[in-house]
């Protein structure tokens, strides 16, 4: 994890790390502000013993290529991605997205062309389910 890399928690939100501090073993990873929508609290700090321990424990991902944080069922740009697409070294080149249920077609995204993300847990924790 590094400045200005991107991070996805395992409740679905990303965020940019600003600040990286590692002293006596600990790791803390200080991050954009994140909702939690589910407890109504603003987070922004990581604080482990180790990188290890805050990847393997907590599901966290990162990567300096937003891209590579995508899952299917994430929206990208309002479109739902249906598919991921890697490279031979097993890197995403681009993800593919259908809007309207395919009504206006595929669309390929590659990192450049990513502006905004919805992932597929944020999309369910704040979706309201009519007869609940």
């Given at each position: 994890?590094?400045?200005?890399?991107y991070?996805?928690?395992?409740?679905?939100?990303?965020?940019?790390?600003i600040?990286?501090?590692?002293e006596?073993?600990?790791?803390?990873?200080?991050?954009?502000?994140?909702?939690?929508?589910?407890?109504?609290?603003t987070?922004?700090l990581?604080?482990?013993?180790?990188?290890?321990e805050i990847?393997?424990?907590?599901?966290?991902?990162?990567?300096?290529?937003?891209?590579?944080?995508?899952?299917v069922g994430?929206?990208?740009n309002?479109?739902?991605?249906?598919?991921?697409?890697?490279?031979?070294?097993?890197?995403?080149?681009?993800?593919f997205?259908?809007?309207?249920?395919?009504f206006?077609?595929?669309?390929?995204?590659?990192?450049?062309?990513?502006?905004?993300?919805?992932?597929?847990?944020?999309?369910?924790?704040?979706?309201?389910k009519?007869?609940?």
């Amino acid at each position: 994890m590094n400045v200005n890399d991107y991070l996805r928690d395992n409740k679905g939100n990303i965020a940019k790390i600003i600040e990286v501090e590692r002293e006596n073993n600990w790791l803390t990873v200080r991050y954009d502000n994140v909702f939690n929508h589910t407890t109504g609290i603003t987070y922004n700090l990581i604080h482990f013993k180790n990188e290890e321990e805050i990847l393997e424990y907590n599901h966290i991902k990162s990567s300096p290529n937003i891209i590579d944080l995508i899952e299917v069922g994430d929206y990208v740009n309002g479109m739902k991605i249906t598919d991921i697409r890697k490279d031979l070294l097993g890197n995403v080149e681009y993800v593919f997205g259908y809007s309207k249920e395919g009504f206006e077609g595929e669309t390929m995204y590659y990192d450049d062309d990513i502006k905004s993300i919805v992932t597929h847990e944020q999309f369910e924790s704040m979706e309201y389910k009519v007869g609940e």
